[in-house]
């Protein structure tokens, strides 16, 4: 850290000299303007963007020794996460047949990409969407209903052998993924641009919370998707009611605490949020008595149920993780005592 001293002129102006070598890395010149914004944790950051503009970000892909769609597919998704706002691909000659195909699928997985050139060489994908007009909150509610549902499909779709039910909650798992990528995308993007932090009202601390939250609310996610998996290998085959009902009860309170970690989340129920955890241990009973019960079935039913009971109780394990983001969220406040709100 280098140490400066706060001069004082005029009688009422304090005034910071600027680090020479600093200074002419970014290329300020005398009486060039420079923006200066409070942060919310009271540091000052000063810089050469002085311009509400999103700043534009553009990243080069050369496709000539590209071969694999797969790989193509994972650099699109990672330039878009990091923030660019700007993909272009490029050739020598000519674009394989899979590298249309992977952008097409891309632009469709993910959410503001659209194709804005395209030639036998060049492929422009540019991003349309301003991060302001996606608040944090609205996408992790929206991810928070997908994910409910869907799990309680896949209990729904094995209690009434429904192939169709499973297949839609496998389906809907795209949705989570695009909404999981826009948090990670505006959280890295609110890392490079202090404005945009501004703008959108939040902190890189929060937005750093909301992101975590969206990765665990996609993991219970690929819970639901698991029991939907499992259930089309048992679909045609006698389950013991005792079995199917232990199976609906631990999903009630898997259910049960995710819920109820989210609702602490935005209600910033500190105690709430430690019950979530306490309780998990009654729905790790059950799924172990799950386990048990089945060891008296077909070794299919049993292999089948049992990733089922699994899933089930990663998922409600996930939500005590949401419980746990939530107490660091509301103890990371330096200087502030902690005060129960309903001082039970």
């Known amino acids: 850290m280098e140490i400066r001293r706060v ?3 005029g009688g009422a102006s304090f005034v910071v000299t600027l680090p020479k070598d600093w200074a002419g890395e970014q ?5 060039d303007p420079v923006g200066l914004i409070v942060q919310s944790d009271g540091t000052l950051l000063v810089t050469t963007k002085i311009t509400e503009e999103p700043l534009q970000r553009i990243k080069e892909i050369d496709c000539s020794t590209i071969a694999d769609p797969a790989f193509l597919f994972r650099l699109l998704i990672g330039t878009y996460i990091t923030g660019f706002t700007v993909i272009r691909l490029s050739t020598k000659q000519r674009f394989s047949p899979f590298v249309r195909t992977v952008v097409r699928d891309f632009s469709q997985m993910t959410i503001g990409q659209e194709v804005v050139e395209e030639t036998e060489s060049v492929i422009a994908i540019k991003d349309l969407l301003n991060p302001s007009e996606m608040p944090f909150e609205n996408t992790i509610k929206r991810m928070f209903v997908i994910v409910k549902t869907m799990h309680e499909d896949a209990i729904t779709a094995l209690e009434t052998r429904n192939k169709a039910l499973a297949d839609d909650v496998i389906s809907r798992d795209m949705d989570v993924d695009r909404l999981n990528w826009l948090i990670a995308r505006q959280t890295n993007m609110i890392m490079q641009n202090a404005s945009l ?3 959108m009202g ?3 601390s929060m937005a750093m919370h909301y992101y975590m939250l969206s990765r665990i609310i996609e993991r219970i996610g690929d819970h639901a998707v ?12 006698e389950l013991d009611k005792k079995i ?3 199976v609906k009860k631990a999903s009630s309170l898997s259910l049960e605490n995710y819920e109820r970690s989210i609702i602490s989340f ?3 129920d500190i105690k709430d949020a430690n019950r979530n955890i306490e309780s998990i241990h009654a729905l790790e009973t059950i799924c172990g008595d799950i386990e048990n019960l089945v060891l008296k079935q077909d070794t299919l039913v049993a292999i089948h149920i049992g990733y089922i009971a699994e899933s089930i109780r990663r998922a409600g394990e996930y939500a005590g993780d949401i419980s746990e983001t939530v107490i660091n969220l509301l103890m990371e406040k330096e200087g502030e005592p902690y005060r129960s709100k309903t001082g039970k």
């Not at 290329?27 to 009486?31: H, L, P, Q, S, V």
């Open 244 to 246: 199917l009902a232990a």
């Open 202 to 204: 939040i902190t890189t």
């Open 27 to 31: 290329g300020i010149k005398k009486n």
């Open 266 to 268: 935005f209600n910033a």
């Open 7 to 9: 001069q004082v002129t």
């Open 226 to 237: 698991r029991i939907a998996e499992n259930t089309p290998q048992i679909i045609d085959m």
């Open 197 to 199: 932090s501004r703008k």
